[in-house]
């Protein structure tokens, strides 16, 4: 038996998010599962570095499968291509070690969220970027989402829902820059609680507003309160953009990130 990681990028509008449901609905797991099991003649199960949502995208999911199928790592990339829809694709496969996990390997995670920022709604971001017409101050949401860094419990930036065994996460990174017309939130942490990312999104887009002070996610994230933090940004803007593995595992680097946004 040997094990599979993949490389795999996504637009995450036409489906009910990564996880397999329900015959019927549309998930990037089971469309995955369907074109790697053709390819390697039995079936396959895939484990992902982070489930997403419905309607979020990802432009470097990693993923791995166990298949006793020898087959190339190219056979793997163009197989599973020519059974994808287009709205998936595969970028890169590798034989990993038996050790490795895409979940529980990986060090950290980085999420991109991106705001279009105008009076008028755009059709060509539609479901690429959030709308949001009213003035954003980036420097300010920026500014704020400093008091984010660090080991926190981030209670009340996780949903409802969450199934997570603990609300303590370290984020490494957050940063908030203007681009034109748009606005591009990106944040690196070990690991995510469910809608964390969006409860963040939409916590700074009020500052960015003005509708409330720099300190206020400074006491949002003390309060430790969900219900006292504010709106949860749509899912349409939300990238996961990296996924990050001790180098030990031999796995090919994230391609640089060449698109911008409206630059």
Not at 87 to 116: E, G, K, Q, T, V
Not at 197 to 207: K, M
Request: aromatic letters at 10%; a positive charge; hydrophobic letters at 45%.
């Amino acid at each position: 038996m040997m094990r599979v990681a993949l490389g795999v990028q996504y637009d995450g509008a036409g489906f009910r998010g990564w996880q397999s449901q329900p015959t019927g609905v549309r998930t990037v797991q089971s469309s995955l599962e369907q074109a790697l099991s053709k390819i390697a003649d039995h079936p396959v199960k895939l484990v992902c570095a982070g489930r997403t949502d419905t309607g979020v995208h990802s432009v470097a999911q990693v993923a791995h499968f166990d298949t006793h199928a020898a087959r190339s790592a190219r056979a793997w990339v163009l197989g599973g291509n020519a059974h994808l829809p287009p709205d998936i694709s595969l970028h890169w496969a590798c034989a990993a070690p038996d050790d490795f996990h895409a979940r529980f390997s990986a060090l950290a995670r980085r999420y991109r969220y991106l705001i279009l920022n105008q009076p008028q709604r755009s059709a060509l971001w539609r479901q690429r970027a959030t709308w949001y017409y009213r003035p954003l101050d980036a420097g300010r949401m920026h500014t704020a989402g400093q008091a984010l860094i660090g080991e926190h419990d981030f209670s009340a930036f996780r949903a409802a829902e969450c199934q997570a065994r603990h609300p303590i996460r370290t984020v490494f990174e957050l940063t908030v820059q203007r681009y034109g017309h748009g606005v591009a939130l990106e944040v690196e942490a070990n690991a995510f609680l469910h809608h964390m990312v969006r409860n963040i999104a939409g916590v700074l887009l009020a500052v960015g507003v003005g509708d409330q002070p720099v300190e206020w996610v400074r006491e949002v994230l003390e309060r430790r309160d969900r219900t006292q933090a504010g709106v949860t940004a749509p899912a349409d803007g939300l990238y996961l953009l990296a996924v990050r593995y001790p180098e030990r595992f031999g796995l090919p680097t994230a391609a640089p990130d060449h698109w911008g946004f409206m630059r």
